[in-house]
Every structure is written in C-alpha cells, then in structure tokens.
DNA sequence: CCTTGTTTTGACAATGGTTGTCAATCTTTA
DNA sequence: TAAAGATTGACAACCATTGTCAAAACAAGG
C-alpha cells in the first residue's frame, strides 16, 4: 500500500487528532475504526465515532497509514514501519501483520498492464493465512 | 480468484437462477447484486433482489463465478473463461476485464508466508488501472 | 397426474459500517 | 482579544447485505 500519496494537507492540530494517533502508534496490528473508537472511550479519551471515520480517512488520504479491507467488508487500519510501498501477511485470526516487500511483482503487475495497454495503474496484494501463534493452538 | 472449491452443492433448477445465470453468461465484465438485479428487471425476468444475493453467494461459494471488491466496498461477481486460478487487470472507469495468470507471483506468496511461519494461506491481487478504450478518451 | 416432503422465493424488516448534517466549539492568525 | 475558518459530535441518513417466514415452486413417487 501507500502508493502515489498526495500532498499533506495542512490540518490543525487537536485534541482528538492526537488521540487517534497515539492509539495508532501503539496498535502493533491493522485495527478497524469502530475498535479504535472503542479503545479510546475505555480511555476514557473520548472522540466522536464520526471523527476517528474521518481523522483515519485522512490518514489513509495522505499515505500516512495503510488500509486493508477484510472479507467481512469493513476497513482496518495500520500505522506501518516502512514508508515505501509494501504488502502485509495477516494472521486471519488475530491479525498478526508482516509487512513484505516484493519488487518482482511490483515488476510483473507493470508489465502486465503495460502489455495489455493499460496506464495510471496500481493494484491491491494481502496474504492472509495463520500465523505461528494461532496454528500452534489450533 | 477460484481457490479450493467446495463441491458443488446440488441444487434444483428454477427460472430465477437460470435468470441470474444467463445475464452472467452474456455480461463481459465484473457486475454488482445490484445492477445485476436492475438488468433483470429492465428485462422483464424480475427476481426478487435477496434471491440475487442468494444465487451469486453460492456461486461465489461453488467458484464458479469470481468476487471482487470494489474500493467503494460492494461485490462484483464475474463468470470468468479459465477454470484455474487466475487474477483480474480491472479498468477503473468501464470495468474491462483481463484475466491474468502469474505463477511467479503464486510461489513468491507461498514462500513468503512460509518464511514467517504462516499457514493455511491465501492471497487477494488485483491490479486496476484505465484500459486503452477510457485512456484514449480522456 | 396428484401427493408429499423439501427447497426456494420474495417482500419486508433489520443489521452494520460508513457518511452527511449543522450548530456549537476550538485553532489559528492578526 | 477578535474575527475567520476548521473541526467536532450527536444524530440522522445511507446503502449494501443479510435475516425472516409464510407462500410458491420443485422433485420424486405413487
Ligand atoms: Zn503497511
Ligand atoms: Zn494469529
Ligand atoms: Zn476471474
Ligand atoms: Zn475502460
């Protein structure tokens, strides 16, 4: 994820905006905005539902975190270490998330769509399987 | 797309899933539940919209259609040429179709995963992009 | 053809994630 | 400190999808 990201757009800096990073940054795995929500009112930190949708929107606007949508529909985010773009393993059961790197198919998904004509292109890649830990007890 | 199919699960023959499957048959790129029902009505066939759902549900489960989903978040369901598995170039704008095949891109998520330890994987890939046809016009 | 047991249908309600609304509040800058 | 503008949040609205359940359709025998 994190391709072509536009410009910051300059924003202010609020009370909420800090608390949806904070949680960001020590949230080790993709987390969905209605859990972040909920982490931050068990805080006691709380923000409006509607806020934490539209402060990570534009997070993920601005390539600031990468989002996944899982197969139930719903969107999670994820405050990644590296900055280039990379693609995640995650753990199907409790979202443990690698971030990998894979320069022979961004390599392969370019000429694919240079051979069929197709231009301004990106493209979507998740592993989901189950990690060690959730194998193990499974 | 088309990973591990169940077998298929009998079912009887009515006039609404052969409905469903003959706008499948003749419809060249991916569609949602919701046009697809439109088609439908437009035509005359009327299904009821949840029998819709139904139907491409289990064909999604049977694999003999593809799934996609849209960054707006809603299904596209496609009956595709090739029987194995197989990902999709996707035309942003109009929604043209290439079925691509990459068997590169199999191993290296295969032994991605089976580097950190992960099992029981899967992979989503799909590379979207304007095809010849909608670059030309803009 | 009927009959019977099972599957399927569809109108409608309900769900659930997400976005829109808009007056009140907070930031920033002057 | 004040004015201009961005942000917030409670709540309603949206919209794709799923659940409900009685009525209708199907398949297999008889
Ligand atoms: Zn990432
Ligand atoms: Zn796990
Ligand atoms: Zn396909
Ligand atoms: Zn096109």
Redesign the interface.
């Known amino acids: 994820m994190s391709l072509q990201q536009q410009p910051v757009k300059e924003q202010r800096r609020t009370r909420q905006r800090a608390a949806v990073d904070e949680v960001l940054e020590e949230t080790e795995d993709f987390i969905s905005a209605q859990d972040l929500h909920a982490v931050l009112r068990t805080r006691g930190m709380s923000v409006g539902l509607a806020t934490v949708y539209r402060t990570l929107q534009t997070l993920a606007d601005n390539g600031q975190v990468d989002v996944l ?1 899982t197969s139930s ?1 719903e ?1 999670a985010y994820r405050r990644c270490a590296r900055d280039e773009h990379h693609h995640h ?1 995650v ?2 059961s409790c979202k443990a998330t ?1 971030e ?1 790197a ?1 320069p ?2 961004e390599r ?2 370019k000429s ?2 240079k051979e ?17 830990r959730c ?1 193990a007890q499974q």
Chains 1, 2 share one sequence.
């Open positions: 949508h529909g969107a393993l753990c199907r690698v990998v894979g022979a198919v392969w998904t694919v769509a069929h004509g197709y231009v301004d292109v990106a493209h979507t890649l998740e592993i989901f399987g189950l990690c060690p194998a």
